[in-house]
């Protein structure tokens, strides 16, 4: 992320849209996708992320369903660096698109 503010370099915090972009790669990788939107994230953040950790995911599809001509899908994410939680989201997407 090119972030201008010095925080994330002054305190060695990892980037909020780095974390979300593992939470996308969770969707990319359990459902199966064509073009896709992404409607919504509610993001709760437990911790401060630090480099270097090593940051991993724990992710389940909540639900699936129609949603007007499209398919919506709905997940839970966690988000842990170093093992320790350091966001949870609940993130909504139409994965198939009809029109």
């Given at each position: 992320?090119?972030?201008p503010l010095?925080?994330?370099?002054?305190?060695?915090?990892?980037?909020?849209?780095?974390?979300?972009?593992?939470?996308?790669?969770?969707?990319?990788?359990?459902?199966?996708?064509?073009?896709?939107?992404?409607?919504?994230?509610?993001?709760?953040?437990?911790?401060?992320?630090?480099?270097?950790?090593?940051?991993?995911?724990?992710?389940?599809?909540?639900?699936?369903?129609?949603?007007?001509?499209?398919?919506?899908?709905?997940?839970?994410?966690?988000?842990?660096?170093?093992?320790?939680?350091?966001?949870?989201?609940?993130?909504?997407?139409?994965?198939?698109?009809?029109?």
């Amino acid at each position: 992320m090119a972030e201008p503010l010095p925080v994330y370099r002054e305190r060695s915090l990892l980037h909020p849209g780095l974390l979300l972009r593992l939470v996308n790669l969770a969707l990319m990788t359990n459902v199966e996708l064509g073009p896709w939107i992404h409607t919504a994230s509610a993001c709760r953040f437990l911790a401060p992320p630090r480099l270097p950790e090593v940051a991993s995911l724990r992710s389940v599809v909540t639900a699936a369903r129609r949603r007007g001509a499209h398919d919506e899908v709905r997940y839970d994410a966690l988000v842990l660096c170093d093992g320790v939680p350091v966001l949870e989201v609940a993130h909504t997407a139409l994965y198939r698109l009809n029109g």
